[in-house]
């Protein structure tokens, strides 16, 4: 590994069926300090069982070292290796036959941020997007960094409004700049509520996943 691409050798953790005997697939991005198979565990909590998993692991517990709202140039090189983890995660998934309206992207906390930067950078027709506490990575989002069309793509955002990672303004951001480029975004604030994930959430991704493979 270099220095350069820091996440080249990070290896998948897998849940659920086998890409190859799957046609709905999930990548799963852990946020900072945990781990592939924390944010795995979540594979538990959808209602589907007909779901291949698949998390990619970043160095150290960490995509990439500074605060999301930092200059985008003070997370690099890291950033650019942390988006190409995800797009082999995808890859994985595609390669063995899921096709990507039916790939869910879901991440939490710096793997939400880094879940929706990869996106808006590739708007295309995903299975959707579940963001949960997290959005567009800079010091201010750039328009002119993203482009594509979501197609349609159903995104969730959930966040609560007084998160001391996440400012609610760049929930907003990011929800717009999503609309933007296409998808159909559902974004909640929760009132008061600490930096973590609600049952209403998952509530909310369990109803993006039904709704593939149809």
Do not use: K
């Not at 594979?43 to 960490?62: G, H, L, M, Q």
């Not at 959707?128 to 328009?143: D, F, H, K, N």
Request: a negative charge.
């Amino acid at each position: 590994m270099s220095a350069g691409d820091r996440h080249a050798d990070a290896a998948l953790a897998t849940a659920g069926l086998d890409p190859a005997d799957a046609a709905i697939g999930a990548v799963t991005i852990h946020g900072r300090g945990a781990t592939a198979g924390s944010v795995l565990g979540l594979a538990s909590e959808f209602e589907r069982d007909d779901v291949a998993y698949v998390a990619p692991r970043a160095a150290n517990r960490t995509w990439y070292p500074n605060p999301f709202t930092a200059p985008t140039e003070s997370n690099q090189p890291h950033l650019d290796s942390a988006l190409a983890a995800v797009e082999r995660a995808i890859a994985h998934l595609t390669d063995a036959g899921i096709a990507l309206e039916n790939v869910l992207l879901l991440g939490f906390s710096q793997g939400a941020c880094l879940a929706s930067e990869y996106a808006a950078r590739n708007a295309r027709r995903y299975g959707g997007l579940a963001l949960l506490s997290g959005g567009l990575i800079g010091q201010s989002v750039e328009r002119e960094r993203y482009g594509g069309d979501f197609a349609g793509t159903p995104a969730f955002l959930g966040c609560s409004d007084t998160d001391p990672h996440i400012p609610e303004e760049r929930v907003h951001e990011t929800t717009s700049v999503l609309a933007d480029l296409g998808a159909d975004v559902d974004e909640r604030l929760y009132p008061g509520s600490v930096h973590g994930i609600f049952e209403d959430e998952i509530d909310a991704v369990n109803a993006i996943v039904d709704g593939l493979g149809e």
